[in-house]
């Protein structure tokens, strides 16, 4: 089966061959997967496919045993060349910049506001005066709805709103490929779609995005492609017409979808 | 430099240390046992107890926690008997200090102990219709204990090391064993190598021995 | 009574200004190594973690006044010979190290994974995630119980009147030794004690209160 990127060119992010465990538990076993620029990948997958890992082995907050992890040629984590060297500080600083992250638990810091939890990274990595900042993180704020609640602390936020700061926190370093784990889950229903919402208009905008999500009706309406992960490996791969059509015969598959009700 | 390590005279005199660490260890033993009944005693008045009283006890606590160990040994041991007319030998005046001393710091443990009991217990007890004595006897007190049970081990690890202090009016504990060789021998660097291990050492079996004390207490809940 | 306390009075102070530059340095000091080991000892490679963990819990096993008599006399052996003063500072720079490592390692702990993972995510250095992200969370666990030991440097300042420093214990031992009027003077000792530390205590009450507040 090909898993492989159908688009011709090189792709901004290449995997080729990622293997990682925890010790024993071996979690990823060979992944293959481009994504091209512009392009919107989902990941969907059973709990403790490895799908979390993924995504943290880009951003090399983990790190991985086997395989590389590529973003526009260069090697993530270890220098390149024969020996696994790993990068320096600083140099893994700087690849992390060019990767946004969005946490399922969001993950900001609590002692800072809306706007200084996104002007964090652009005046201590991008080295942004602080006006300019501040003016980036009132642009980007104010386009996930978050005008009125600049100078608002994490604390007086709801989990929506928390979230969507997190996107913003992660846009606005204008990274090259963005990366989604569950952003979703940890929400109560009734805010999921005011945080899809957001990411949908950035996929429209030509954003490159890694997404894992469990949300088969948003991954169906925001992906060029989706790709089914279990125990460790890249089981199917597809548009998803034909990953969620039928037209891919995976048995596993089948069993996942068949648990959403989708239309198999 | 060109000086050689001997321990053979601190072994000749070996008896000094280990009955110093026998007595290091009563101390221990007698001051928190005192320490415990002092502590229970004004944490249980102190939550059911005016304000006055909260305040004396509190008093109490806040200058014992506050002063220097070494000052309140010579106060009770120098100063005291100046005053009223009272005398005990070192070793009294020693054990009734590291007893208030003890007793000072248990009244705070033993009192948020209290404090962390969860509500959802208490109410449990208001509902089989358990009088507030009853409740503090049968459910707060044993609750209590269970929780402070880490922070009383750790009390008694230091007040072991406490002890030390005794040595400044020659209680002859540990401390004290290794300033008579001191003196005796000048072998100062050994005998404070020989000590400084029997502290550790002793130290460390309290502490495996309390920790699987807790564990049974936790399991066996 | 009332002229003993007078006559008293000037030695104490002389004796009052030694602690506080023994406690003053023994703060200083432990404060920069302690933080620093406790850093190693949260984020440091395996060896350094070891070594920090071994260093503090051996100090922590030692009573104070035998870490003092041990660095006084111990070390002339290896070839250092420390006037008392030095001897005595050293030995509760030891002591309170042992104790900052706890501190710091209390409060990075109390700090969720996931802050280390935001701030790499955005690209931050580990030194500026350390000072941006991690440092002014963890101030707030720090600074209480830190403010509190610094009344354990205040009361074990007292023990180095053992070694002949002229500090306030010693001080109160001398006036004694000349005017026989030892409870009046144990008991003024006792308050000036009681001022520095009972007031340092209620300041990391204070401040505990004030962060708990914000956290929430
Ligand atoms: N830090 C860790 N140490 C040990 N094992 C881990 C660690 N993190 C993840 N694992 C294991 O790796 C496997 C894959 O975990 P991962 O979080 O990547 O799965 P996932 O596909 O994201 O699952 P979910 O849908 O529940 O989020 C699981 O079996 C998990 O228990
Ligand atoms: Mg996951």
């Avoid at chain 1, 091209?36 to 990948?41: C, D, I, P, Q, S």
Wanted: with cysteine; net charge positive.
């Amino acid at each position: 089966m090909s898993v492989l990127d159908p688009s011709s060119g090189t792709p901004l992010l290449r995997i080729r061959g990622l293997e990682k465990a925890y010790g024993q538990v071996t979690v990823l076993r060979g992944v293959d997967l481009d994504v091209a620029k512009g392009e919107v990948v989902t990941v969907i997958g059973p709990s403790g496919g490895g799908k979390t890992t993924l995504l943290r082995c880009v951003n090399f907050l983990e790190t991985y045993d086997k395989g590389s992890i590529r973003i526009d040629g260069e090697e993530v984590g270890y220098q390149d060349g024969p020996r696994r060297a790993m990068r320096s500080e600083r140099d893994l600083a700087r690849m992390r910049a060019e990767t946004g992250m969005v946490f399922q638990m969001f993950n900001l810091f609590p002692h800072l506001t809306a706007a200084e939890n996104v002007m964090l990274g652009l005046v201590k990595v991008r080295r942004k005066p602080k006006a300019e900042a501040r003016a980036i993180a009132e642009h980007w704020l104010r386009r996930v709805g978050l005008a009125e609640k600049l100078d608002r602390l994490p604390s007086e936020l709801s989990g929506g709103q928390q979230q969507r700061v997190g996107i913003a926190r992660a846009v606005a370093m204008d990274p090259k490929i963005l990366l989604l784990d569950e952003i979703t889950s940890a929400l109560d229903p009734e805010l999921v779609g005011e945080v899809l919402d957001v990411v949908l208009q950035l996929a429209s905008e030509g954003m490159t995005m890694l997404v894992v999500t469990h949300e088969i009706g948003f991954a169906r309406d925001v992906s060029n492609r989706v790709v089914f992960m279990a125990d460790g490996l890249i089981a199917a791969a597809g548009p998803p017409r034909e990953l969620f059509g039928g037209a891919i015969e995976v048995e596993r598959l089948r069993a996942f979808l068949s648990r959403f009700g989708a239309r198999v | 430099m060109g000086y050689h390590l001997n321990f053979n005279l601190i072994w000749r005199h070996f008896d000094k240390l280990w009955g110093g660490l026998v007595l290091s260890l009563e101390l221990a033993l007698v001051s928190i046992a005192i320490g415990i009944a002092i502590g229970l005693t004004l944490a249980v008045i102190h939550v059911s107890g005016g304000r006055i009283v909260r305040a004396l006890i509190g008093a109490y606590v806040e200058f014992i926690r506050n002063v220097p160990l070494i000052l309140l040994v010579y106060l009770v041991f120098y100063g005291l008997p100046t005053a009223v007319d009272i005398s005990y030998d070192a070793t009294t005046s020693f054990v009734a200090t590291l007893s208030l001393y003890a007793g000072a710091y248990l009244v705070e443990v033993f009192r948020s102990g209290l404090d962390a009991v969860p509500r959802g217990l208490i109410d449990a007890g208001k509902a089989i219709g358990l009088t507030p004595w009853q409740r503090l006897v049968h459910v707060r007190l044993p609750t209590m204990l269970r929780i402070t049970l880490p922070a009383l081990s750790n009390t008694f690890i230091s007040l072991f090391k406490d002890t030390s202090v005794a040595s400044v009016i020659a209680v002859p504990e540990l401390t004290y064993g290794a300033q008579w060789i001191n003196f005796n021998t000048f072998r100062i660097a050994e005998v404070y190598l020989v000590v400084t291990s029997m502290y550790l050492a002793t130290g460390y079996a309290i502490l495996l021995a309390l920790r699987a004390l807790e564990r049974r207490f936790v399991i066996g809940r | 009574m009332l002229a003993a306390i007078l006559y008293a009075i000037p030695f104490l102070m002389q004796g009052l200004l030694t602690t506080i530059v023994v406690s003053l340095l023994v703060v200083v000091l432990s404060t920069a190594i302690g933080g620093l080991m406790g850093i190693g000892l949260v984020y440091g490679p395996a060896p350094v973690r070891w070594l920090v963990r071994g260093f503090s819990d051996i100090v922590r096993g030692i009573p104070i006044l035998v870490l003092i008599f041990f660095i006084y006399y111990g070390l002339p052996i290896a070839g250092l010979n420390l006037q008392p003063f030095s001897a005595a500072v050293l030995a509760l720079t030891v002591f309170k190290s042992a104790q900052v490592i706890e501190n710091v390692r209390g409060a990075i702990g109390s700090i969720p994974r996931g802050q280390m993972d935001a701030g790499k995510a955005v690209g931050l250095t580990f030194a500026q995630r350390l000072a941006y992200v991690i440092a002014p969370q963890a101030i707030r666990r720090f600074l209480p119980p830190w403010i509190n030991g610094v009344t354990d440097a205040v009361k074990g300042s007292a023990l180095v009147s053992l070694l002949g420093v002229t500090d306030l214990m010693h001080a109160m031992q001398q006036v004694i030794g000349r005017t026989y009027n030892a409870l009046p003077l144990y008991v003024l000792g006792a308050i000036i004690y009681f001022v520095i530390n009972y007031g340092l205590s209620a300041l990391s009450r204070m401040l505990e209160r004030r962060f708990s507040y914000i956290r929430e």
